[in-house]
Nanobody, 120 residues
């Protein structure tokens, strides 16, 4: 089993910053990639940012230049630094991990989600 523990969400004014963290633990042999998704009320879950264990990153166009994703492989923790937040960034942010398991399979897991609310 794999556990993902997220933290760092909250309420912030537009223009402010937040830093999300997600720590993975369990029967993981290797982290292949980790990422953040978000779901706004009434909308589908969307990808925000992702990073591979080699440091290759990708971002949604809407967050480029404002958000930065990073990965600490030793701690198996992914971070999302969010600057210049906008009201449209409001939503539940979910952590995702693509991991190589000790039994040899590659599996994906989701965190429980953390609420980010940006007031305008």
């Amino acid at each position: 089993q794999v556990q993902l523990v997220e933290s760092g969400g909250g309420l912030v004014q537009a223009g402010g910053s937040l830093r999300l963290s997600c720590a993975a633990s369990g029967s993981i042999s290797r982290i292949n990639a980790m990422g953040w998704y978000r779901q706004a009320p009434g909308k589908q879950r969307e990808s925000v940012a992702g990073i591979t264990n080699g440091g290759i990153t990708n971002y949604a166009d809407s967050v480029k230049g404002r958000f930065t994703i990073s990965l600490d492989n030793d701690k198996r923790t992914v971070y999302l630094q969010m600057n210049n937040l906008k009201a449209e960034d409001t939503g539940v942010y979910y952590c995702n991990v693509n991991a190589r398991m000790y039994i040899g399979s590659n599996n994906r897991y989701w965190g429980q989600g953390t609420q980010v609310t940006v007031s305008s």
